[in-house]
Nanobody, 119 residues
Framework: QVQVVESGGGVVQTGGSLRLSCAASGMIFSINLMGWYRQAPGKQRELVAIITSADSTNYADSVKGRFTISRDNAKNTVYLQMDSLKPEDTGVYYC?????????????WGQGTQVTVSS
């Protein structure tokens, strides 16, 4: 089994910063893509940022220049540094890991961590 656990959410004022972490553990052969998604109340889940095993990144237009995704392959961990936060960044942030285990690729999701940006 593979577990994905996020941490680092909280409440912050507009313009503040937060750093999210996501660690994958278990029977992992390799982790390919890791990413952060978010879901605001009443809205669909959307992509925030993704990073490949070669550290290639992609961001949603709404967070470019404010958020930075990075990963530590030795720790099977991905981070999301969020700066200049806005109220519209509020939501539950989910981590997804594309993991190769038992000879196949699977997507694993974390349970989510709440980020609230107050105005």
């Amino acid at each position: 089994q593979v577990q994905v656990v996020e941490s680092g959410g909280g409440v912050v004022q507009t313009g503040g910063s937060l750093r999210l972490s996501c660690a994958a553990s278990g029977m992992i052969f390799s982790i390919n893509l890791m990413g952060w998604y978010r879901q605001a109340p009443g809205k669909q889940r959307e992509l925030v940022a993704i990073i490949t095993s070669a550290d290639s990144t992609n961001y949603a237009d709404s967070v470019k220049g404010r958020f930075t995704i990075s990963r530590d392959n030795a720790k099977n961990t991905v981070y999301l540094q969020m700066d200049s936060l806005k109220p519209e960044d509020t939501g539950v942030y989910y981590c997804k890991a594309d993991v190769t285990t038992r000879g196949r690729d699977y997507n694993y999701w974390g349970q989510g961590t709440q980020v609230t940006v107050s105005s």
